[in-house]
């Protein structure tokens, strides 16, 4: 028995001493990338030929490199793998399907901010069809060029070029972009918690035409700062000043401003488009100037995103955001708070809420239905890169609370200077191109309650 102990110890103190070896990577191969340059690549793994990494923590660096590449929205499928040359040495391969990146932009904007919204009340006047082209991967270095022109509700032309590498680690990168928009029909106010429009016939009610450019610096990875400056020049119908005098802050029909903004990013999710695991933190400062000095106003907007996995199948996602804006005038276009873009609460849909702060805390408990499933289409086997689907089905069960601090609250818009809370329960569909269905039942403070469709897609 003695010896037999001693035996076992001895091998149990030689695997400890191997698990504890640091491994070294001999080489990096990567293939399947015809069109992205290795570089790109390259950027995201957390090590480099040569590196040591110790044993026990190979798989997980494996993986984070993965969902790191998974992150450039260039693959639909990447695979990181290890081959051992020696006792202590390891080839890495990284093989990656990539994307259809030259995509013929279809934009049809509806302006009740959902189309659950819309489809109740259809209303063409507030509705635009956009018809440009979005390159996803410029020169195979990730550069995204974006041209559209816009008819409908709105018109106009917009160019942007993001993403520009101005040195070889991509540590820094450049961007500009600039529009032109002509509109016939805009909301002017927020009356019984909904937006309010105003339609003239003939001459526009508003032009708008912007210009900037961006730097961002990428220290590593997971980090990004990005400053950007833009100039603004903005004709307004004097109707919308007819119909609200606090419309933007001044009584002008004309004004050029100068915006400024800021922003710090640390990133340490495993999947950004739809995270299970990491966190997310965002800070971001504007300044917002007008020429004729009727206006100065200046915005914060923290975020804070918790990822966790709480058991076999179960997720938790928690996200608190804010907005704090202070400035010298009145202006209804500076105290856009919920309802708008991203930012709303569950339950509230059909609502947009108006305030200078707003804090929004969103929780949701996510439970996997159907594990990743990759299907093969035979009859698209001519297009590589779309007969190759993949698709994964969660439930969830949600609540949200928020609360918005209007400094001038107008009579009617019941959600503003209170506590609001929503919740509900429903399905999401997470498949390729960074796509997610959402199907939701809501229900808000006030008992009323709907189905709500969202589409989220990084190019349409």
Known sequence: MKLRY???????????????????INDISITGNRQSRESVILRELVFSKGDTVAAAQLQNVLDVSRNNIINTSLFNYVYVTADTVSGTAVNIGVKVE??????????LVFEDRNISTWIRNPNWS?????????IQNMRGLNEKLHVT???????????SYSDIALDRAKRHLFGFSTSYDIVHNTAYKTESNKPLYVTIDGNPIRQHYSAGINYLYRPGINERHTVGITFEHTNIDDTLLALNRHYWGG???RRSNINLAYSYANDRRDVHFYPLEGTFFKLTGKIDIALDGSLVSTSVYPEFGFYKTLAARWFYAGVLNGKMTVANTQSYLEEKALGYGSNYLRGYEDYVMDGHYFALMKNTLRFLVMPTQVVEIKWLSALSKFNKIHFTLYANVFSDFGYI???YPAQGNTFENVFLYGGGAGLDLVTYYDIVIRVDYSVNKKREGGFYITLITPFF
């Open 251 to 253: 009584n002008h029909t």
């Open 126 to 134: 507030r509705f635009s069809v956009g018809a440009g082209v979005d």
């Open 6 to 24: 001693h035996i076992f110890l001895v091998m149990a103190l030689f695997s400890g001493m191997v698990m504890a070896q640091d491994i070294v």
């Open 405 to 407: 601090y209007n400094h």
């Open 98 to 107: 990539e994307r259809w990146y030259i995509w013929p932009v279809v934009d």
């Open 149 to 159: 022109g816009r008819l409908g509700y709105q018109k106009g032309v917009s160019l």
